[in-house]
């Protein structure tokens, strides 16, 4: 019976998570209310089959319920091909996800030749190209085979639209250079394969997170060879205008700031966060400070004061606390006690990871794993309030320390990229056999001269 009782609350939370206003009419801003032109590009060739493409749409079912549909929010549209696209749901069409989600489960299966580069542009023509909202805009093309027909002028075209389009490709019989010359760049975020039909909902979570980034986090970051989608909070908070004395990271180049109790780190939400943030992410600062007392590293604060995310170092005990939303009672608390965090008060440059998913959020110091704790499932932020670094925790005083890096990457993999090679000296210890050398570190071990066997 106890069971049954909090399998029941359990439920009830989850619907009122789907609802997004706040009593004072304030919307919480997240993937599910990120105003996105969504349109699904599905192959119904003859070898897909009548029951493989039942289970596409079961898959399709199960992405889409995950967002608020409406004028203000996400629209989804739908085309199924084969010799001829079909217009199975125009963008726009449906104001609710009920609608929606009966109208995918009506659509019928049509039969025939594989013409994907047809579908993209008969897309951009008729679907993309009649919207009239100026937001973000996604294509996902799935096919089960390789095109009777060329696909990369139509795909270049809407990528030239800003139409940024994801390739899905399912069995053997698909082409990875078609499903590339589909997708954007790089092919490792944007082109996906299942060995079959069934094997689709493997990539259900990974596509909704996918989508998410897309909506969510517009801005890109420049990590090693490649950018990576997410946000650079010392540069949406102006450090470099307001942090007027920079630091060396001797003996490396990389420069710091100095942040004293003079300077304000404070921007509006809705500037620095303007969509939210999405499920999974990877919060990365570089830091360094003498404070003794409770400290928010990093902050999102309701309209009238209150704490919606945070990282705050408590000086006192040496832990180090995360607060997120949660769908319980508004909000969640983690405390990380091992004694390994006590490394961060040793007055000197350490690096803060944290990993958080849609299950748990596991902390890294200095590129080592400490702890894992689990999370209650989360709501969308406000956006109306602020977003602060360095305050004492409850108060607008700000704290006196240096940081070099304070950022969040939308993808969760950053997570096994990312080095801590702004701190002097680092050498990762991850993995004994394989670690994520710096490149400094590197460039000094390939001068070493080992001796002959």
Sequence with gaps: MAHQITFLRMVLVLLLQNSVLAEDGEIRSSCRTAPTDLVFILDGSYSVGPENFEIVKKWLVNITKNFDIGPKFIQVGVVQYSDYPVLEIPLGRHESGEKLLAAVGSIHYLGGNTRTGKAIQFALDYL??????????????????????????????????????????????????????????????????????????KIREVMKQKLCEESVCPTRIPVAARDEKGFDILLGLGVKKKAKKRIQLSPTKIKGYEVTSKVDLSESTSNVFPEGLPPSYVFVSTQRFKVKKMWDLWRILTMDGRPQIAVTLNGVDKTLLFTTTSVINGSQVVTFADPRVK?????????????????????????????????????????????????????????????????IYCDPEQNNRETACEIPGFVSRMDDFFPKWCPSTFKAMSKIHMPTL
């Design 128 to 201: 993309f190209a009649k919207s009239s909202r100026f937001l973000t805009k996604i294509a996902v093309v799935l096919t089960d085979g390789k095109s009777q027909d060329e696909v990369k002028d139509a795909a270049e075209a809407a990528r030239d639209s800003k139409i940024t389009l994801f390739a899905i490709g399912v069995g053997s019989e698909t082409e990875d250079a078609e499903l590339r010359a589909i997708a954007n760049k790089p092919s490792s975020t944007y082109v996906f394969h299942v060995e079959d039909y069934i094997a689709i909902s």
């Design 343 to 407: 490394t961060l008060y040793d007055e000197g440059w350490h690096q803060i990871r944290l990993l958080v998913t849609e299950q748990d959020v596991t902390l890294y110091i200095d590129d080592q794993q400490i702890e894992n704790k689990p999370l209650h499932p989360v709501l969308g932020i406000f956006i109306s309030g602020q977003t602060q670094i360095g305050k004492y925790s409850g108060k607008e005083e700000t704290v006196q320390f240096d940081v070099q890096k304070l950022r």
